[in-house]
């Protein structure tokens, strides 16, 4: 059969890169690899000026003290938007009035056990 093109060389020792350096090759091999498939390592920066910030130094307790009272108020938006509503819209007011309910009550349990924490290592 006729091939339009030769075969390759059959010497082994023969390369196409000849040229190049194998080394400069392979790093940039890892390069284009690395880049591709390789996880980022660095973190992603945290986003600064956001609509929403906390002053630096507030202490955990007024934090928590401040959750507490949003989930209350959560919890009573929703209470009253139940009384508005019928059928499955009022039981998905009422869940989300239970829920800021029993968030609330993990906040306040927090608060206690931070409380009693202090007290503990003052005394």
Same mark, same amino acid.
């Given at each position: 059969?006729?091939?339009?093109t030769?075969?390759p060389?059959?010497?082994?020792a023969?390369s ?6 194998s080394?400069?090759?392979?790093e940039a091999?890892?390069?284009a690899?690395?880049?591709?498939f390789k ?6 920066p945290? $986003?600064r000026g956001?609509?929403?910030? @906390? =002053?630096?130094?507030t %202490?955990?307790?007024? !934090? +928590?003290?401040?959750?507490?009272e &949003?989930l ?10 139940a009384d508005?509503?019928d059928?499955? $819209? ?5 869940? @989300? =009035?239970?829920?800021a %309910?029993?968030?609330? !009550? +993990?906040?306040?349990g927090t608060? &206690? ?11």
């Amino acid at each position: 059969m006729f091939k339009p093109t030769p075969n390759p060389p059959e010497n082994e020792a023969t390369s196409p890169y000849e040229s190049f350096d194998s080394k400069k090759l392979h790093e940039a091999a890892e390069r284009a690899l690395d880049r591709h498939f390789k996880p980022a390592i660095e973190p992603r920066p945290k $986003r600064r000026g956001g609509l929403f910030t @906390l =002053s630096p130094g507030t %202490d955990a307790e007024a !934090l +928590m003290a401040n959750a507490s009272e &949003d989930l209350l108020s959560i919890s009573a938006i929703a209470a009253n938007l139940a009384d508005d509503l019928d059928g499955s $819209r009022r039981s998905v007011a009422l869940d @989300l =009035s239970r829920m800021a %309910d029993g968030v609330r !009550l +993990m906040v306040e349990g927090t608060q &206690d056990h931070i409380e009693l924490r202090e007290y503990r290592t003052q005394g």
